[in-house]
């Protein structure tokens, strides 16, 4: 070992060389050198063996992905329209321009009139009262958040009434006894996994009451022998103890999109009108950035503004750029289900998604169409089912397939069932199909033997 470990050539003896090759004048000299020596840290791992192709060609190649930008645009072929690893709600048009707009000096917080001071809620305020009818309303960095700054400002110190049937977790660590618990509030459960009724409620309170929560099972259905509280009945029975109802609802949903079979989410409209404060995401079927939104009685936000987490938690000039444009979109219900890409993909019509996926099957060779369905995804409407018509390619090594799209410039990620690679023309975006026709004709041509199919799949 200790052998094998002297043969390793030095570090400025690899930089010389890497240099003479012009490496140095395409990256910076700090990040070549950092590059040797993670190289020779791995050969030293794997008892001191050089790189199969090279010392030159290796550093080439790490300095290369280490000049590479990160975060990049994918093309989404899942069919899942919020895909939480690829970014959930892509942007519409007009948020992005927002967004550009906003990344100079702005007014996130100056009056222009007054020429002094201003707050950044107010970009938000006014559109999101009259779009959910709330008194006022609060944007923090994502609803894991809102939850917790709501909580916190509302039952710190005191108790509150959580259902048995809604201690969730909706993935990522967010578990309501522990969103509880970091909020300074007392988790008091009632009722059971199934069935939760108003006296079970009522039975629970206690001069340490200061909140009861409903939380949206966002993720899963409970179905069967099932009785749970409709939020205005909550709310009535605990106004009149002045007990503050919050509604974690999760999805932002703020359009009915019932006639297109998506039923089972609530809207923000209706749980508001309830007199509840409603908690939500705004990248999930709200279509925008990443935030999260907090909408209700006047009383409930003016603590919850004053809370200083809301201070820690707020969101930044790009987000609030992109969500004001999100949210002008709403004054007009055929704008929104037409503008925001999740709600004009959640409503597309199935003859134009398959016609799309006709046109690209008679673009690439051996492909055909078979009917299937998509998924909203982000724990949003998780048993609606959306049909859909998939492109659907054979192939003797799926993963294999599907790593090379992975590959392609931009990537392109699909899935893969018996034998065939499938792909979803309702996540692929207009614009894009060139470069899905360019990927897959690139990776069918791409055909080795067998063990060498096999061998990519490992990667
Ligand atoms: C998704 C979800 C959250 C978390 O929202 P983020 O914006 O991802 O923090 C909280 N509650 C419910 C019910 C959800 O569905």
Redesign the pocket.
């Known amino acids: 070992m200790s052998d094998a470990r002297s043969d390793l050539p030095a570090v400025h003896k690899l930089l010389d060389d890497a240099e003479r090759e012009g490496l140095t004048e395409t990256a910076p000299r700090d990040l070549v050198v950092r590059a040797i020596r993670e190289i020779l840290d791995d050969a030293r791992s794997s008892n001191g063996a050089p790189p199969q192709d090279g010392w030159l060609a290796e550093i080439r190649r790490t300095v290369e992905s280490k000049q590479r930008p990160s975060l990049v645009p994918v093309i989404n072929a899942t069919g899942v329209v919020l895909h939480t690893n690829l970014g959930r709600a892509p942007l519409a048009a007009a948020a992005r321009d927002a967004v550009v707009r906003a990344t100079g000096y702005n007014t996130l917080e100056y009056d222009v009139d007054a020429g002094k001071r201003g707050s950044r809620q107010t970009h938000l305020r006014e559109l999101l009262t009259e779009i959910t009818g709330a008194e006022d309303a609060l944007v923090v960095t994502?609803?894991?958040?809102?939850?917790v700054v709501v909580l916190n400002a509302l039952a710190a110190g005191g108790e509150t009434i959580v259902s048995r049937g809604e201690l969730?977790e909706?993935?990522?660590s967010?578990r309501i006894p522990d969103i509880l618990e970091k909020s300074g509030s007392v988790l008091i459960e009632v009722g059971t996994t199934n069935r939760t009724k108003l006296g079970d409620y009522v039975g629970a309170i206690s001069p340490r009451t200061k909140c009861a929560l409903k939380?949206?099972?966002?993720?899963f259905r409970l179905s069967g022998f099932v009785t749970e509280v409709q939020t205005e009945e909550l709310v009535e029975t605990m106004s009149s103890r002045n007990i503050p109802v919050v509604h974690?609802?999760?999805?932002g949903l703020l359009v009915d999109l019932a006639e297109y079979g998506l039923t089972n989410e609530p809207l923000v409209q209706d749980v508001v009108q309830t007199g509840a404060t409603a908690?939500?995401?705004?990248?999930?079927l709200l279509g925008g950035p990443?935030?999260?939104i907090i909408a209700g009685p006047k009383d409930v936000i003016q603590k919850a503004a004053v809370n200083p987490f809301t201070r820690a938690m707020r969101p930044g000039k790009m987000v609030i750029a992109a969500l004001e444009a999100t949210l002008r979109l709403y004054r007009d219900r055929s704008a929104a289900l037409e503008r925001i890409p999740t709600l004009a993909m959640l409503t597309a019509d199935p003859v134009v998604l398959r016609d799309r996926a006709e046109a690209l099957a008679g673009r690439i060779e051996g492909a055909v169409i078979v009917p299937g369905t998509s998924s909203v995804g982000?724990?949003?409407f998780p048993d609606a089912e959306l049909r859909t018509t998939l492109l659907s390619i054979p192939t003797d090594h799926p993963d294999a397939f599907l790593a090379r799209l992975r590959r392609h410039d931009p990537p392109v990620i699909a899935r893969a069932d018996q034998g065939c690679v499938l792909l979803d023309p309702r996540t692929i975006q207009d614009g894009e199909e060139k470069d899905v026709v360019k990927a897959i004709v690139g990776a069918q041509g791409h055909r080795g033997t067998g063990a060498e199919e096999a061998g990519e799949a490992e990667e």
């Not at 908690?279 to 999930?284: Q, T």
Request: without cysteine; hydrophobic residues 40%.
């Open positions: 994502n609803a894991a958040a809102a939850t969730v909706i993935g990522g967010f939380v949206h099972r966002s993720n974690d609802v999760g999805s908690v939500f995401s705004g990248d999930k990443q935030a999260g982000g724990g949003s």
